[in-house]
């Protein structure tokens, strides 16, 4: 019998949202043929998690802590080239660290804590601010990689950081807020928090730089919305033009009842 997590989502195809995993949740997080793991609280992983990522080649990213690097391999995001994270080789586990510090996703491979990367504080930069910007860039330019999918997102509750998250990336989506604010408080419950509703509110999606390798999803969705756009827009010139042309025969009506032959 498959379980999932708890707060286990769907967000979009090959997207998926969730608590820490245990491993009663192994086997179903493996029939979704994960390719990467975000992490987005600064806990490390436990080593039953570490030994299952790295058994199933997925690579585990924790951008709130700091990542995990391959002295050989390691990649960057266009958010911070100094962040490298674990990519591991084709055919390769992608990571694996234990509790005690580093383990090996290949033979002869080694792997070290890249502490230069690790923030004074990981995902929470003031009082009202649940993460940072940064961290948020970085990640939705992840998960907007289709490089990296399938995917899960992963915090320690599946509430607070990973909602936050998720409304964010719902804004790129062109989402209405009070829809985001419907999906956020759906997982949260009485555990939402107005400061992570101010925060999606109020986060720069300007800022976000698109890869190159779009997900389908997100190709399919933003042709949609352009095609909305475009409709609305030419529905509005209609009105335009009507309301200028009722306004000239009013206009004229004046006109000639001012001037009676």
């Known amino acids: ?26 086997p179903f997080i493996r029939s979704l043929n994960i390719k990467t793991a975000i992490l987005l609280t600064p806990e490390l992983p436990s080593r039953a998690m570490s030994n299952f990522f790295e058994e199933n080649q997925i ?40 509790e005690s510090g580093a383990g090996s996703g290949a033979v002869g491979a080694s792997y070290t804590m890249n502490t230069s990367s690790i923030p004074v504080a990981p995902f929470q930069t003031s009082w009202w601010k649940p993460m940072s910007e940064e961290l948020i860039k970085e990640g939705l330019e992840m998960v ?4 990296n999918y399938p995917i899960i997102v992963m915090d ?11 409304g964010c990336l719902r804004r790129l989506q062109h989402w209405n807020f009070s829809s985001i604010i419907v999906e956020y ?40 919305w352009r095609e909305e756009e475009e409709e609305r827009e030419s529905q509005l010139q209609q009105q335009r ?10 206009l004229v009506l004046v006109i000639t ?4 032959s």
């Open 144 to 147: 907007l990689d289709a490089k």
């Open 185 to 224: 408080r759906a997982y949260a419950g009485n555990k939402a928090r107005y400061v992570n509703e101010q925060f999606i509110e109020l986060f720069d999606i300007d800022w976000i730089t698109l890869p190159e390798t779009l997900p389908t999803w997100w190709i399919e969705q933003e042709q949609m």
């Open 59 to 98: 690579r585990l990213i924790d951008l709130a802590l700091g990542s995990w690097k391959h002295n050989t391999n390691t990649i960057s995001t266009s958010a911070n080239n100094s962040n490298a994270i674990n990519s591991g080789g084709e055919g390769q586990s992608g990571q694996g660290v234990g």
């Open 156 to 166: 320690t509750s599946g509430i607070h950081e990973i909602g936050t998250f998720m």
């Open 257 to 260: 009842s001012s001037n009676p």
């Open 1 to 26: 019998m498959l379980t999932p997590p708890e707060q286990f989502g769907i967000v979009e195809q090959g997207l998926y949202r969730s608590d820490t995993l245990h491993p009663s949740h192994f």
């Open 241 to 250: 033009e009507a309301d200028a042309h009722r306004q000239q025969e009013q």
